[in-house]
């Protein structure tokens, strides 16, 4: 995956869409790539129940990224300073990270070992686009 630019707004268009569309949508595209045309990438991610994308939308996941952008930091610190438990928090990183919204890495913690820092893969705006039909 290509790695934005750190300033510059990266747009996640969240929707439902059922396995059928989600497939004719990948077979529409790998048709295009067959014909040698190039594709701008786009950061989509589909849910076939309005329930799990609300899920994956919530004010807890919103709280932990803006803290998140704001300054990078580590689970344990994250689940204090939300009032959280790190599990939670790991688990919404977890999800954060596979979609690509938040990378973590691993960094020396003088007298500790390491730690894992989580941040926002840009420090400019993410915009999330949501698209639904409930």
């Given amino acids: 995956m290509n790695k934005p630019e750190k300033n510059k707004t990266v747009t996640f268009t969240v929707k439902t869409q059922s396995r059928e569309d989600f497939f004719a949508r990948g077979k ?4 295009l790539l067959d014909k040698g045309k190039t594709i701008t990438p786009q950061k989509i991610i589909t849910f076939e129940d309005t329930r799990d994308l609300i899920k994956f939308i919530n004010e807890a996941k919103i709280a ?14 994250l689940a204090r300073k939300l009032h959280r438990s790190r599990s939670a928090i790991d688990k919404d990183v977890q999800l954060l990270e596979s979609v690509g919204i938040v990378e973590s890495e691993y960094v020396i913690n003088p ?3 390491r730690c894992r820092v989580i941040k926002a ?5 993410i915009k999330l686009q949501v698209e639904s039909i409930i």
Avoid: E, N, Q
């Fill in 28 to 31: 529409k595209i790998a048709a």
């Fill in 111 to 113: 007298g500790h070992g």
């Fill in 64 to 77: 932990l990224l803006s803290t998140i952008r704001k300054k990078p930091d580590t689970i344990s610190s």
């Fill in 121 to 125: 893969v840009s420090s400019g705006p």
